[in-house]
């Protein structure tokens, strides 16, 4: 492996990004090899050494794909269902409650009535 040029911290010439650098920015080295090293602080735990890449040769973070939309949606829908009425209520269930609001209040889902949303419509 030849030699890499090594900077120092913050001296780093412009076009040239830490693989995290890179990831704030939704890119990533895209299997480019590591262009340079950065010498880092001691003050911090870590290693001393990060990579540098070349952000011109850098590509997007990869774009979601239909199949994992698809399984996004499904993980919201099952977090919107109420596991005592089985409803997709249209948010997200509590953690305190572990149930829909009307099902962990029925008292009070009987005084506020909203059409189409309650957990008694089957
Ligand atoms: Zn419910």
Known sequence: MATLPVYRWRLAPDGLATRRQLRAAGLRPGGQDVAAQLERPRRRRGPLIAYLYRIDRARP???????????????NAARRTCPACRNDVGYVIPVSLGMCVPCAYPAADSTSDLPGRGCHVR
Not at 61 to 75: F, G, I, Q, S
């Open 61 to 75: 973070v990869r774009p979601m794909t239909p199949a994992k939309t698809a399984a996004l949606d499904r993980a």
